[in-house]
């Protein structure tokens, strides 16, 4: 019998298979984590954009037609654009619109907000 002590090969293999399979979760997390960081800024930076394109909407005359115009977007947020579709809520109140703002980012739309427009 051998009175040597240590570790023996399949020991030491047992050991680097665990130690990689924590790393490999790990390092999948991180990705993962990386993934959802970038899309809730792509969504943070679209809710203060559509925020900031209905505020201005509604800082603008009332316009029957339901046509505004969009408000620049800074030249900080490359790709992002804005459409503003307005609307009568009802056929028989006229002086409501609803007013839809929807942001894209490099043509695919990413977020939309509704408001409302009263003509006072």
Sequence with gaps: MRTEKGFSLIEVLIALVIFSLIGVGFLSGLGTGLK????????????????????????????????????????????????INAGPVTDRDANIQEILVTISLDGEAVLTLEGYKVNT
């Design 36 to 83: 959802v960081l970038s899309r809730t800024d792509v969504l943070e930076t679209a809710k203060n954009l559509a925020e900031s394109q209905m505020e201005y909407v509604k800082g603008l005359d009332y316009r029957s037609t339901g046509s505004y115009p969009e408000a620049p977007i800074p030249d900080e947020y490359p790709g992002f654009s804005a459409a």
